[in-house]
């Protein structure tokens, strides 16, 4: 059973910066999509980021230019930069892992942009 550990969430102030880390409790395969959703209280989970390889990374519209996802498939590891916050971003950050049609997630990381 693969399990997700999040960390690196917090308070930021707007235009700052936080990375996020995800690491999986047992090994991920790099075909296989890894990512991040997010949800902001009121509104439904959206994909912020993903990425497979063989695959460009693929990036929330809102997001594109200011976060970057990567992974560090020998620490089973994905990463998710995140630059010029805003307070639209502020949401709970979920780490996802896709193998055939089962999808795991994490518990989910705070990440609140307030001035």
């Known amino acids: 059973q693969v399990q997700l550990t999040e960390s690196g969430g917090g308070l930021v102030r707007p235009g700052g910066s936080l990375r996020l880390s995800c690491v999986s409790s047992?090994?991920?395969?790099?075909?296989?999509?890894m990512g991040w959703y997010r949800q902001a209280p009121g509104k439904q989970r959206e994909l912020v980021a993903s990425?497979?390889?063989?695959?460009?990374?693929r990036y929330a519209d809102s997001v594109q230019g200011r976060f970057t996802i990567a992974r560090d498939n020998a620490k089973n590891t994905v990463y998710l930069q995140m630059n010029s916050l805003n307070p639209e971003d502020t949401a709970v950050y979920y780490c996802f892992y896709k193998e055939g049609t089962t999808s795991y997630w994490g518990q989910g990381t705070q990440v609140t942009v307030s001035a």
């Open positions: 047992e090994t991920t395969y790099s075909g296989n999509n």
């Open positions: 990425l497979r390889s063989g695959r460009d990374a």
